[in-house]
């Protein structure tokens, strides 16, 4: 090799040259559609081949390997996997909307199962494949060397019926991709008769011929706006909505018939998720899923049980399956050699530009034929007037090229009548056939009339084209299976439908272990048995209904609100799920309170140990979209070390007093009225004037109409003491306050817990560092003035240095009154 032919290229410049012309090749000639005729390349070849083979709907089956091989050795060098799947696709009736193969076998299923292989089907062109190979043979498309230049293949199909939009097509190429939805035959020959007959359509007006896609499967299309959309701009979503009925068994039963599903969904796939739905009891109320299909057409049955609502099931399921799915339009085409998206308006203008081509090359065609075979007559009705002549000049020619020769010359005929002359059998000179010829040239010199005022006349060429499509109207159209609704159904889902109405028993702990238990399990139970880990006790234990809420607020400033049928199912003696087990937590988060979700006046209010404080309603602590997993913000806090320390909720309609302590004992009692209402994300006003290194230890919320409670406080040193709410004076909010406790130079006393009992019979639990727990009754501690700093705490050396105290809840209480 000389040095001249050695290029230096940089890899960059070779790989960008090289992938661009594969991208070209595959966005030109394998995955993209012609406008023309709705055909990718291979689809081509496989109705080419098979109509050159004689493969058509009036001759018998044949095996589809013989004719994927013909295909490969002639026109399409690829696998022959590729070409099968593309030959069983054009032979499905739930893919296309008009088949074009007609297949025996095993052809697939809307299951999603394959077909079985080559060796076994056998295949034909369908009738109307015919259509979109009709007059190919008229020279009314371009012809181009195959792969190895020893065949030729068309580059379109005269296609006369418009098969891109009837049959739709899908595809992904190189920065390509393109989703044609399948349409009515009669309804798309409509719009391009229209478009025939009028001189400026609107697009608007071809809307009310093609009101919208029409799928193999049937189903319902909503969204008639969207429709429009995507046939103005070629991009848009549509909601297609499985054709469904309800129903009634006999026992107050019902059941669920689907007979229609969405374009491409997989049936088998669906029954597998209605089922994981049954089984996982996702929805209740679903007693059996079967498929009943069969040739006669789709049929899926989701039983129910007794008494529960089909429509709110139905609902659910047409959410979370593929019983209800978007189809996006994206409708790309071979334009001119260049992929272009084009709108419903463009496809048809691009498909009539085709057809009068097409007619014109036809009719081009068979007027030159015509002509040819009109001089050939006009010179053998001749012959008839001077027989004699031309039999004895024939006879003394020596051979067939010189009677040719002399007839040319002695009587002016033209080589192609000479050679028809020489070549006629002694039986057309009889009368019949000279009249049948004379009949004949009437015929040619009429056919050739027409040929020339449809090829000198735009307006004739379109009538014939019109006439033909109607003649393929009224052979092939069939009624319209996609019904289409203006508007797209909101699906809502009303959870009290969906879940049974149980009552059971909700706990929560400080430690932030949350579970529901069923009221069979709570019954059977020692209701002491309460599953808690060391140094846990339960916050919150209410009986509540499965169709309640719970809004849940941590003491990082957050809130979770989570439905009670979600809630962990737990048996009442064991631990339950740990909130960080579902939800991210920052570190030392847990649960401070919890209320039912109310949409009623409600008030709750939220103190910090920063010493802010903030009134929020209730109803503004309402569900968002990752509830599941993540918390939401309930109050923005001060910084890192800030947290809230108490939250109560204000019923409608009464009057609250709020009662601050802080650590250093300062205690502060003003009206609710003096807390400010904001949002969740304020950080709130000031409740108490602080001193440095103090902190709030206890918002109390005592309702002024009912009977005033006592106050339980507990040192740090292990002094408890039991007093009136009297003793602390009403002040503003924001004061500092007065001491609760009396100080000491040395080692003074510090509030590390301050409880309000309801009633002085209320028991109280003491945790100590030791491990060890005392209960006792709070009647037991005397009452003191506001300076006392009490007395010591029983059994205070087995406790150790304590470390909580909380108020034994009174479950059998809670379980008997049923919110």
Known sequence: MSQEMIQELSFADVIGDRFGRYSKYIIQDRALPDIRDGLKPVQRRILYAMYRDRNTADNPYRKSAKTVGNVIGNYHPHGDSSVYEAMVRMSQDWKLRNPLIDMHGNNGSMDGDPAAAMRYTEARLSPIAAQLLRDIKQETVDFILNFDDTEEEPTVLPARFPNLLVNGAT???????????????????????????????????????????????????????????????????????????????????????????????????????????????????????????????????????????????????????????????????????RPELVNLQTMLEAYISHQQEVLTRRTQYDLANDQKRLHIVDGLIRVVSILDEVIATIRRSDNKQEAKENLVAEFDFSMEQSEAIVSLQLYRLTNTDITALQQERLELNERILMYQNILSNPEILNKVLINELKAIKKDFATPRRSQIQAEVQSLEIDTHILIPDEQVMVSLTKEGYMKRTSMRSFASSDLNSLGLRDFDYPIFVEELSTHQELVIITSKGNYIHIPVHELPEVKWKDLGVHLSQNYQLQDGERFVNAFVASQEEHKVILATKAGMIKQTPLSAFTTYRSYKTRTAKAMNLLDDQDEVVAVECLKAGQNYEVVLLSRRSYCLRYSADLVSEMGLKAKGVTAIKLKEEDQVVACLVVNQEAKRPQLFALTQRGNVKRSDLTVIPELGRGSRGVLLLKELKTNPHQLLKVLALDKAQHQVCLLGDTGHSVVFAASEIPLSDRLANGSQAPDLAKLGHILDCYLVLDIQSQASDAN
């Not at 920065?175 to 009669?186: D, F, K, M, R, S």
């Not at 919208?212 to 706006?225: H, K, L, M, N, V």
């Open 171 to 337: 595809g992904i190429s190189a920065g390509y991709a393109t989703e044609i939805p399948p349409h009515n035959l009669g309804e798309i020959i409509d719009a391009v008769i229209y478009l025939l007959t009028h001189k400026r359509p609107k697009l608007e007006e071809l809307l009310d011929l093609v009101p919208g896609p029409d799928f193999p499967t049937g189903a319902i299309i909503q969204g008639i706006d969207a429709i429009q959309q995507a046939y103005k701009t070629g991009q848009g979503k549509i909601t297609l909505v499985s054709q469904t009925d309800i129903e009634t068994l006999k026992g107050g039963k019902s059941q669920i018939v689907v007979t229609e599903l969405p374009y491409e969904v997989n049936k088998s796939k669906l029954i597998q998720r209605l089922d994981e739905i049954r089984i996982q009891r996702k929805v209740e109320g679903i007693a059996d899923v079967r498929d009943e299909s069969d040739r006669n057409g789709v049929r899926l049955v989701v039983e129910l049980k007794r008494d529960v609502d089909a429509k709110g099931i139905l609902t659910y399921l047409l959410k979370h399956t593929d019983l209800q799915v978007n189809y996006h339009f994206n409708m790309v085409a071979i334009n001119k050699r």
